[in-house]
C-alpha cells in the first residue's frame, strides 16, 4: 500500500536550460498535484518521478510529460511530481503554470 | 504590477499557504526556510499509502516589515486539511524558535534597537489540528508549539492571522487562543470542536452543521471580534492583514500584552466573568450574546457590510 | 485493583503524605460559589512532607450550569479553575528559590473538552489554551510540574492536563489507561485505512495507535508504571529527578521539548530534529538580511 514511484526519462531534441535553479507549484489537494522542476546536469536528458498513491496510470503519466516536454524542450532538468489524484487535464495546467512561474 | 503587488489584492481567503506567506511581508523580503526543494515530506504518510506534500503543508519562512523580521508560519489546507504531523510541527516549533534565537541576540548586540527591530511572529493558521495519521506526533507537537509560545511572552509578538477556508481548529484552537495578537476576516473561524461534531453530541436539533449561517455567528470572525476574542477584523485581502500586521509589529510590547484574552491571572479573572455570564444568559445562539453585550439588533450586524459593521457593533475588549 | 479509571480522588489519597489533601486550600485561592467546576479537583496536599499543589479529574461529578462537562471533561470552568490553581501555586512561592518552589502534581482522567454550542459561543479553546499556559508558566518559574496518568488522557484534554508538565507518567494498558487522539477503529475510519492494516503498522510505528506503551516510544511519556501501588514511589522519585535537572539547568531535557529529545532517543520521532536543523542552518546563511534591515 505504500506510494507508486513512477520514473520517465526524455531526450529533448533541442534541450534548453531552465532559466531558474528551482521552481515549485501547486498544492497536493485532492484531485491536485505539486511539481519542482529543477537543473540537474543530465548530459542533456530530462527525468520525471512521480510519487502517486494512484495505481495503473503508468502510460497516461507518460503521456502527458512526453507532451510537455515536447512542448517546452527543457533539458538538464529533473521534474518533481507529488500527485493526490489529479486528472491529466490538471497535471498538464499544473506543469504548465510551473513554468509561468519563472517566465511569466 | 509585480507579482507580489497582485497578490496584495488577492482575497486571503482564497490564496494557498505560500502566497499568503509571501504577500504578508514586505515587498521581496520572502526567504522561505525548509521550502518544497528540501523534501521535508512526512515520513509517516506514505507507509499508509497517502500522498506527500513536499512542505507537508506548512509555509515556513521570514520577511521584513520595516525593519522588523517577520516570522511566518502558513498552513496550507488544501493538504489533508492543514492538519499538524511531525514534519509540519516541527516547522512551526522551529520557527518559533528561530523569533526567540533572532530577539535573544538583538537584545544581546543591539538592545536600544530592541522596539525598532524586534521580531513578530505571523501564524496563518488552517487547520482542523491534529493529523490522525500521525496522530501521536501531532498531538506532541501542538504541546511544543504551546511551550514556544510561553517561551516568546512579554519578548516577541506572536500574531494569529485567521482568514483562511478552513479557519482553526481543535488543538490549533488553543494555540491561536494562546497567541498575544489575533487578526481574522469575517469570512474566517476560530473554535475548538467543529460544526459536525457539535451536532453529533448535541443532536441537529440543537445544531445543524449544515446552516452555514448558524456555523459563521458561532465561530466565526464577526462573533469572535464581538466577543474580544479577535482583537482586529479586516476585510479579506492579503494588503488587509499585511497592513494590521505592520500596524501590530509597531506596538510596544506591554500594549500587546494588553490584548491577549488569556495568559494571566487577571485575564483569566475576566474570561471567568465571561462565562459567569454564559451560564447567566444561557445563549442557545450567539446572537444571545450579542444582545447581552449591547447590541439590539443582531441580525442588522450579521446582513451589514464591513464598514457598517465595524461602525455599529458594540464589542468585549480583552483588557476591557 | 482492576483500573484506576474514574478514581482521580482515590488516586490522590495513594499518592500523597496521608490524610494531607486539602481541597481548594492554595493560598489566596477561592472559587466563585461552592459547586465551580466540580469536576476539577484542585487543592493542597504533602508528599513526603513537602507542600505541593494537586490538580485532577474527579469522573463522577457533573458541571450542574454546563451539561455537556461530565465523567472528567474539561469544560469552561474546569479549565479557568485549574489555571487559577496554577497562578496562585506561582504567586504564593514568587519570592522562593526554584530548589524551594512547590511541585504541581497532575492526575490525569479526562476524555476531553466541552463539546457543545455554548463552548464554542464563549470560547472553549480560551480555556484549554489559559491552562496550558499557566502550566508552562510555572514550569518555567522553577515548579516542577508531574503528570501522572491513571485513567483517560485524551487529545485536547491530555494537551490542557498532561502534555505541559516537566514528566509525564503512566500506568501501564493492563489498567485500561487511555492515551490517544482517537482510538485506532475511528482513524481507521476517518482516514479511509484499513483497520487490520493500521494494527499490524503500529507495531512498527508508533505514531498513531492509542496507547501509553506507543506515547512511551515517541518519547511522550517517561515511565509507565506496572501497578498503582507503584504510583508513590514512582511519582517522588520523579520529583527529585525534576529538582534535580532544574538544579542544574537542564530544563532542555524537561516538558514538552525534552520529550521531543527523548522521543529522537528512542526512535519514535527522528524525523523532528532533522527539520529543525535544517531550518536554523537555511537561515544563518540569510541572517544578516533579516538582523540589520
Excluded at chain 2, 135 to 151: C, K, P, R, S, T
Excluded at chain 3, 136 to 148: D, I, N, Q, S, T
Aim: aromatic share 6%.
Amino acid at each position: 500500500m505504500a506510494l507508486t514511484q513512477l520514473k520517465y526519462e526524455f531526450s529533448p531534441a533541442t534541450p534548453r536550460a531552465l532559466p531558474v535553479p528551482a521552481v515549485h507549484f501547486g498544492v497536493v489537494g485532492s484531485g491536485d498535484m505539486e511539481v519542482i522542476i529543477e537543473n540537474k546536469d543530465l548530459g542533456g536528458k530530462a527525468v520525471a518521478t512521480v510519487v502517486t498513491p494512484v495505481t495503473g496510470f503508468d502510460h497516461v503519466w507518460e503521456m502527458v510529460l512526453r507532451r510537455f516536454m515536447d512542448e517546452c524542450q527543457l533539458g538538464n532538468v529533473a521534474i518533481s511530481i507529488n500527485d493526490n489524484n489529479a486528472t491529466p487535464v490538471v497535471v498538464s495546467l499544473r506543469l504548465r503554470q510551473a513554468l509561468l512561474e519563472i517566465e511569466g | 504590477m509585480s507579482k507580489w503587488q497582485t497578490l496584495q489584492t488577492r482575497s486571503f481567503l482564497e490564496s494557498t499557504a505560500r502566497q499568503r506567506a509571501q504577500g504578508l511581508v514586505d515587498e521581496g523580503s520572502f526567504t522561505e526556510l525548509v521550502g518544497p526543494t528540501e523534501r521535508f515530506i512526512s515520513p509517516h504518510l506514505p507507509e499508509l499509502g497517502e500522498a506527500v506534500e513536499f512542505d507537508d503543508g506548512v509555509v515556513t519562512g521570514i520577511g521584513l516589515l520595516g525593519k522588523h523580521p517577520a516570522i511566518v508560519i502558513s498552513q496550507e489546507g488544501r493538504f489533508i486539511g492543514g492538519a499538524v504531523g511531525e514534519v509540519g510541527g516541527a516547522k512551526m516549533v522551529g520557527a518559533l524558535k528561530l523569533a526567540q534565537s533572532i530577539y535573544e541576540k538583538l537584545q544581546a548586540e543591539n538592545p536600544a534597537e530592541v522596539q525598532a527591530r524586534r521580531p513578530i511572529v505571523l501564524i496563518s493558521f488552517e487547520t482542523g489540528g491534529v493529523r490522525l495519521h500521525e496522530a501521536n506526533a501531532g498531538l506532541l507537537a501542538h504541546a511544543e508549539v504551546m511551550d514556544q509560545i510561553q517561551n516568546l511572552r512579554h519578548k516577541v509578538p506572536v500574531v494569529s492571522v485567521v482568514g483562511s477556508k478552513i479557519g482553526c481548529f481543535g488543538g490549533m484552537g488553543f494555540v491561536a487562543a494562546a497567541t498575544d495578537v489575533i487578526v481574522m476576516s469575517e469570512f474566517s473561524r476560530i473554535g475548538l470542536t467543529g460544526p459536525e461534531v457539535i451536532e453529533q453530541e448535541m443532536g441537529r436539533a440543537e445544531f445543524d452543521a449544515s446552516d452555514r449561517a448558524l456555523v459563521f455567528r458561532t465561530t466565526g470572525g464577526k462573533h469572535k471580534y464581538i466577543m474580544g476574542d479577535c482583537n482586529y477584523l479586516v476585510p479579506d485581502s492579503i494588503a488587509a492583514f499585511r497592513q494590521q500586521a505592520i500596524a501590530i509589529a509597531a506596538l510596544p510590547m506591554d500594549a500587546i500584552e494588553n490584548l491577549r484574552r488569556i495568559g494571566s491571572r487577571s485575564a483569566i479573572e475576566r474570561q471567568m466573568q465571561l462565562v459567569a455570564m454564559a451560564a447567566e444568559v444561557s445563549p442557545t445562539d450567539a446572537k444571545d450574546m450579542w444582545k447581552a453585550i449591547g447590541n439590539e439588533n443582531p441580525q442588522q450586524l450579521i446582513d451589514a457590510n464591513y464598514t457598517d459593521f465595524m461602525a455599529q457593533a458594540k464589542r468585549l475588549t480583552p483588557a476591557a | 485493583m482492576e483500573t484506576m479509571m474514574g478514581q482521580g480522588r482515590l488516586a490522590i489519597d495513594m499518592i500523597v503524605d496521608q490524610d494531607s489533601f486539602a481541597e481548594n486550600q492554595i493560598p489566596n485561592f477561592s472559587v466563585p460559589c461552592e459547586d465551580y467546576a466540580p469536576g476539577a479537583v484542585v487543592g493542597t496536599a504533602r508528599i513526603n512532607g513537602r507542600e505541593c499543589t494537586v490538580i485532577a479529574n474527579d469522573a463522577m461529578e457533573c458541571n450542574p450550569r454546563f451539561p455537556v462537562v461530565y465523567a472528567g471533561i474539561i469544560g469552561m470552568e474546569e479549565g479557568y479553575k485549574m489555571a487559577m490553581a496554577v497562578y496562585r501555586s506561582i504567586e504564593a512561592d514568587a519570592d522562593l528559590p526554584v530548589a524551594k518552589k512547590r511541585p504541581l502534581l497532575l492526575i490525569v482522567d479526562t476524555p476531553g473538552n466541552g463539546p457543545g454550542k455554548v463552548e464554542e459561543i464563549i470560547g472553549m479553546n480560551k480555556s484549554t489554551g489559559a491552562y496550558q499556559l499557566a502550566l508552562a508558566e510555572a514550569r518555567k518559574a522553577g515548579h516542577p510540574v508531574l503528570a501522572v496518568v491513571i485513567g483517560r488522557a485524551i487529545s485536547g484534554a491530555f494537551l490542557c492536563h498532561g502534555l505541559q508538565a516537566d514528566q509525564i507518567i503512566s500506568l501501564s494498558s493492563k489498567y485500561n489507561t487511555m492515551i490517544h487522539v482517537m482510538p485506532l477503529t475511528s482513524i481507521a475510519r476517518i482516514t479511509k485505512q484499513d483497520l487490520e492494516r493500521l494494527t499490524a503498522l503500529s507495531t512498527s510505528n508508533p505514531v498513531f495507535a492509542a496507547g501509553p506503551e506507543f506515547f512511551f516510544r515517541l518519547g511522550g511519556v517517561e515511565e509507565i508504571m506496572e501497578s498503582p501501588q507503584a504510583m508513590r514511589e514512582c511519582v517522588t522519585r520523579h520529583l527529585d529527578d525534576i529538582y534535580t535537572l532544574k538544579a542544574v539547568n537542564r530544563t532542555d531535557k524537561l516538558g514538552p521539548w525534552g520529550r521531543g529529545e527523548l522521543g529522537e532517543q528512542r526512535g519514535g520521532r527522528i524525523t523532528r530534529k532533522k527539520v529543525m536543523a535544517r531550518m536554523n542552518e537555511q537561515f544563518d546563511a540569510v541572517a544578516d538580511r533579516y538582523l540589520n534591515a
